[in-house]
């Protein structure tokens, strides 16, 4: 299986700041097909897991242009331009380029 | 808008069954693969088993293979999961998720805990 590790585990921001949060597979990525099946989901406290961003890159429907992604082959990074309160939660990327997908552990965003 | 709806949840004994079910609504449920994952509590998310859209192709988790089964109806726009043989490990929240890739809509979850 496709091991995905998150960094860091768990990141403390002030309101308003940028935050980032990196993601490395094990392997690439790179799908035989050409594509990257890369996504970001966040997950608020005490419901499920929700799509932000997927193809390493591409903003789900709904989603604020605040998030955005960007990567390449085995690294991956997933910004949020200003954090606002909503965006307390846990951020997981998934990979989908193999089954089966696997996640990372979660990096858990706080607001200092 | 698209709604998943899990149940069948529960408290279930070591080496017992549960079936799970996911009524889907909001989209043409035959035009998409669809999947399992759970998540155990206060941990990461695991991919549990998948199956394509006409029910022709599954997979399953190395940790699950041959204790579960997962299938669907379009008729009914359903999807299911057998699970027998169950062991402490397996107790999670299950959620029902649209998707071959990207992974993009989730229920809600149901809760399956696996103790004597």
């Known amino acids: 299986d496709i091991v995905m590790t998150q960094t860091p585990l768990s990141s403390p921001v002030t309101l308003g700041q940028p935050a980032s949060i990196s993601c490395r597979s094990s392997q690439s990525l790179v799908h035989s097909d050409g594509n990257t099946y890369l996504s970001w989901l966040q997950q608020r406290p005490g419901q499920p897991p929700r799509l932000l961003i997927y193809?390493?890159?591409n903003r789900f429907s709904g989603v604020p242009d605040r998030f955005s992604g960007s990567g390449a082959g085995t690294d991956f990074t997933l910004k949020i331009s200003r954090v606002e309160a909503e965006d307390v939660g846990v951020y997981y990327c998934v990979q989908a380029t193999q089954f089966p997908h696997t996640f990372g552990q979660g990096t858990k965003l706080e607001i200092k | 808008e698209v709604q998943l709806v899990e149940s069948g949840g529960g408290l279930v004994q070591p080496g017992g069954s549960l079936r799970l079910s996911c009524a889907a609504s909001g989209f043409t449920f035959s035009n998409y693969w669809m999947n399992w994952v759970r998540q155990a509590p206060g941990k990461g998310l695991m991919c549990v088993s998948r199956i394509k859209s006409d029910g022709s192709s599954t997979s399953y988790a190395d940790s699950v293979k041959g204790r579960f089964t997962i299938s669907r109806d379009n008729a009914k726009n359903m999807l299911y999961l057998q699970m027998n043989s169950l062991r402490a490990e397996d107790t999670a929240v299950y959620y029902c998720?649209?998707?071959?890739?990207?992974?993009?809509?989730w229920g809600q979850g149901t809760l399956v805990t696996v103790s004597s």
């Open positions: 998720v649209r998707g071959g890739w990207p992974l993009d809509y």
């Open positions: 193809k390493i890159s």
